[in-house]
């Protein structure tokens, strides 16, 4: 019996390192991605390769130049100066596909170059990358406490001296108990050789308060919490997920309120053009001719909105030269002046482009009488003057702005755009509309949240205007806008006195005292440091709907928390009445050695269920659901009521009289997301010329 009973006691301990030592596996997995070895490239003073060597990974330092062969793992964390690849990211982020990797891209250690040499530059090294950091933090997570571990252990310091005190009685029971019912006893031994009926009893009540201690396990509710945070935790890495200790994994499922950030959280964080109005006049310009000037004109400027029109001149354009400029002068809060000249040589490069050729009409829209203006030019090697800017920009310049356009102004504003005006020697031409578009899967994201019952708010400093257009856009009923970083923090502690346990998603500096003051808060990784050290969770993907897969994550681990206690109370609740000889009259009795199997066997019951953690299958989103609705149906008009060859007959219709709008769609081959949606309108009352 004792030889039984040892053996299993040592089984039980092996079970409760087996849960440890697989997650162990998870962080021994990702220690490995860390290459040992890279190749450093030195450089003169001009900046050009003289010579490369292979040095050890920890002597590489911050803006080293660094060369990764097809197959190499990445060593450091840093930006692509040189080269495109398909870089393998699935042991760190956990997407599954190659992610496409070109000059001005970031890159993390760990991950696997697979098609293309690149040179990058580091900019984290040693303990300060990706990699590095997801280690240290489930390690750090793995070692933490979740609240609801200090109930286990608060039931686990009365639960020893209860089983002591519960063996002593156990053992009186039956000492009193036996003499008086020996015949209970006997049923259990049958006739005892060589044994007198009291050292029967006796042997009997020692035998059943040594099964009582050998039965109660205190391990199994030990192990309830610590193996499914360690886990929770490991999978979680291995998704994507970061969660920094087991407090937040279990306060993320009480959270019933998701505050989000907009700038670089709900959108992007970088504008587009998303609508290009060009006004015809007698001898007007075209899409191209108005964007190689207005772009030559916004290439000398830092702002964003200015580089936003740059880039989209010149994926229009196919060039990445663009015309001169000179005499460039900008006014803070209004917009530009400038004199623009080669614009024929950037032109050459898009003269075989014809991005609405073969488009259909989206809307016919009458709009009003203008002014036939005189002709811009006609020779597209001269030198203009240009005006970009805002209508307080146009009114200085003496360039009146119809009502017409002010309403098709008012109307884009409305959609939080920004609006610019265009003007070439003193002839309104153009009208821009720039935007911080949403991401792809913000929509789906807020929506899968309010379907869970969430509250989602929007907490921004941007116009009232602006966020309100977001939200609606995203399905966000509540906003808070221009909210200063400082009071951020107010408006969760608001949200939080209202009864609501609150998330705040968020990625700038701004963010962090809201961050820390959420009772959950989430980080994207390419926000600030600041941010991600604020933060409690932070999605190494920088996909939103990571929060809703973080929140399924949450949910699961801490009901996988309660079924091991269940499972540990009921083995208990069950076991020690059996060990304390109860059920005798039913013939039902267990020796030492049984007692001990059944212990092991709680423990093997708490670990595997886990272990079961390990098949956890993050929630995904379809890509259908992260494409927008496009705004016109291409076969209708703006009544949605005729056909192409009627709009045909209205568009003939209207050129006579050389009073319309048209809206084009343009063609999204050279856009760089399928979810942006552009407009191009001509916006006059003279003959409509086929773009190029």
Known sequence: HRAHAHNFLCLGRWLEHLAKRHTSDALTKLISLQATEATLLMTNG????????????????????IKVLPGERIPVDGKVCSGSSNVNEAHITGEALPVFKKVGSTVMAGSINENGVLIISATHVGQDTTLAQIVRLVEEAQSSKAPIQQLADKIASYFVP???????????VWLVLGFIRTDLVYSYYGKAQNMSESEVVIQFAF?????????????????????????????????????????????TCKVKCFAFDKTGTITKGTPVLVYAGVI????????????AIVGTAEASSEHPIARAIVDYAKQLLQTDLLGSCEGFEAVSGLGLSCKVGNVASVLKYASSYDIVQDAYYMEIEYIGEESIAEEVQERWDDTYHVLVGNREWMKRNSIEVCSSIDSLMTKRELLGQTVILCAINGVLVGVLAVSDTLKPESKATVNELKGMGFKVVLLTGD?????????QQVGIDEVFAQVLPTHKAEKIQELQSRGFKVAMVGDGINDSPALVRADVGIALSDGTDVAIEAA????????????????????KTVRRIRINFFLASVYNFVGIPLAAGVFMPLGIALLPWMGAAAMALSSVSVVTSSLLLHLYQKPVLAKTA??????????KDINQAEDISDSAKRLTAAVAKNTSIHSFPLRDSFLPEVCIQREHESLGNENIQHLL
């Open 46 to 65: 001009d900046g050009e390769v003289v010579s490369e060597q292979k040095i050890d990974v920890n002597l590489i330092q911050r803006n080293d130049s």
């Open 162 to 172: 209860g089983v002591v005190v519960l063996s002593i009685v156990t053992l009186a």
């Open 207 to 251: 035998q059943c308060a040594l099964t009582v201690l050998s039965i109660a396990c205190p391990c199994a509710l030990g192990l309830a919490t610590p193996t499914a945070v360690m886990v929770g935790t490991g999978v979680g890495a291995t998704n994507g997920i970061l969660i920094k200790g087991a407090e937040p994994l279990e306060t």
């Open 280 to 291: 015809t006049h007698a001898k007007s310009i075209t899409l191209n001719v108005l964007m």
């Open 463 to 471: 116009n009232t205007q602006t966020a309100s257009a977001i939200a």
């Open 536 to 555: 409690d969770v932070v999605l190494i993907r920088n996909n939103l709907y990571d929060v809703v897969a973080a929140v399924d994550l949450s949910r």
């Open 626 to 635: 992260c494409l927008s609705e496009p705004k016109w149906s291409p076969k």
